[in-house]
């Protein structure tokens, strides 16, 4: 899957990474000494918000050299050993449908959350398979997919000025060699920690929880996160 590398080695692509998310993650990952490749359907804007995300990354890590390279989708997941997937739900399965035989072999880690609006505020969508990792997981036949980074906020993520990060990440899957790199990449965040919470068949659950936090966040006009405590 790796190579028995460790997950500080590892070069990690960002499918979606010019949206709020990916890029937030991209810039936290890149500031902790993460080699980042930033995907998008537009090559030449991934390689923009590279620049971009690389600047910030540096002068967050006191300016040590980052390492953060921007492409297409398809060669981001071609040429990094671990992906995360941090598309709109609605471009998903479009998005992942061409790219099984580049991801093949690979930790596919997917946070997108199934999330609709209406007057009544956020809801959860129906996912065909159950959930979007299931969907994920249906479409990369040969991957590792995990669920995991849906309870993080992309607008602390991407406040440099918030050194350290406060809560966890759940994460799901159904392979433990995949489902502990993912833990140990989001240590990797200031202040954060992976914990294991179920199989993949339990992704509905979390993907869902993301629909309260943004309840919660509206109501509070704040940017929750959640602590599990007793692990």
Known sequence: MTDGRAVEDLVVGVLGGTGPQGRGLAVR??????QILLGSRDAERASEVAV???????????????????????????AADLVIVA?????????????AAPLAGKVVVDCVVPMGFDE????????????VAQQAAALLPDSSVVGA?????AVLLEDLSRPTLDGDVMVVGDVREATDLVQALAGRLPGMRGVYAGRLRNARQVEAL??????????????????VTDV
């Open 29 to 34: 990952l890149a500031a902790a000494g993460q």
């Open 52 to 78: 971009e995300v690389a600047g910030r990354a540096t002068t967050a890590a006191g300016g040590t050299d980052v390492s953060v390279k921007g492409g297409s989708n398809v060669d981001v997941a071609g």
């Open 87 to 99: 598309v709109p739900y609605g471009g998903h399965a479009a998005t992942l449908a061409g790219l």
């Open 120 to 131: 009544l505020g956020a809801y959860v969508l129906d996912v065909e398979e159950g959930s």
């Open 149 to 153: 980074f849906h309870h993080l906020s």
């Open 210 to 227: 993301t629909i309260n936090l943004v309840s919660v966040n509206r109501r509070y006009k704040a940017h929750a996160g959640i602590r």
